[in-house]
């Protein structure tokens, strides 16, 4: 079954304190992308990645990083995560009809 | 500034009507759509695309209709069952883009049995 699968799917933390959120896809697809989705605004594309140790901006990328060193996982890092940055993440493969998303990470930031 | 808009945050509709979503684009090197929709403590899924080349795309109960000139679509559902009751998003992709999405805010069906 083809999954992608994040973790942790709830998340509460404290400004200041390093986290990742972890993606792994069993597609072999080499797109893929971090979005975050807040009310009224929709979707919005943090990083993608074409492939292995390829990455690059989206449209909302300050306060994140992310790295590529294998086709299956993307991880999402927020350095020194703020209260702006709570929301709902999601991790997605494959451009437009063939993206597949995640099932998201509710983040919440105190 | 949002490159791609949709105006109602809701719509509810009653069962066997159609159901109509609206979506608006302001750049006009989008050349590709598509329609996503999303469950309550789901990823979203895709539903259903149109390319720039078409006016108008069916998928079953499910038709999308791309107005050019408006730089204008819509989603029409019919005939709506309760199942369809989700979060429907717009989004828009340019051939030169390196594959970026941009989304619309959503629009919540909501359809009453």
């Known amino acids: 079954e083809a999954q992608v699968t994040q973790n942790p799917r709830y998340l509460i933390t404290v400004t200041g304190k390093k986290l990742t959120v972890t993606c792994s896809q069993n597609?072999?697809?080499?797109?893929m992308s971090w979005y975050r989705q807040d009310p009224g605004l929709g979707l919005r594309q943090i990083y993608y990645?074409?492939?292995?140790?390829?990455?690059d901006k989206g449209d909302v990328p300050e306060g994140y990083k992310v790295s590529r060193k294998e086709k299956r996982n993307f991880p999402l890092i927020l350095e020194s995560p703020s209260p702006n940055q709570t929301s709902l993440y999601f991790c997605?493969?494959?451009?437009?009809?063939?993206?597949?998303f995640g099932q998201g990470t509710r983040l919440t930031v105190v | 500034d949002q490159q791609v808009k949709q105006n109602s945050p809701s719509l509810s509709v009653q069962e066997g009507r159609i159901s109509i979503l609206n979506c608006d684009y302001t750049?006009?090197?989008?050349?590709?759509f598509l329609w996503y929709k999303k469950y309550p403590a789901e990823g979203p899924t895709f539903l259903i695309s149109?390319?720039?080349?078409?006016d108008k795309n069916e998928d079953g109960r499910f038709t999308v209709f791309l107005n050019k000139s408006a730089k204008h679509l819509s989603l029409h559902i019919v005939p709506s069952q309760p199942g369809d009751s989700a979060v429907y998003f717009c989004?828009?992709?340019?051939?030169?883009?390196?594959?970026?999405?941009?989304f619309g805010s959503g629009t919540q069906l909501t359809v009453l049995p």
């Open positions: 990645s074409m492939n292995v140790e390829v990455t």
């Open positions: 149109i390319s720039s080349i078409k």
């Open positions: 750049n006009s090197m989008f050349d590709y």
């Open positions: 989004a828009a992709d340019s051939s030169g883009s390196a594959r970026q999405l941009t």
């Open positions: 597609m072999n697809h080499e797109y």
């Open positions: 997605a493969t494959g451009p437009g009809t063939e993206a597949f």
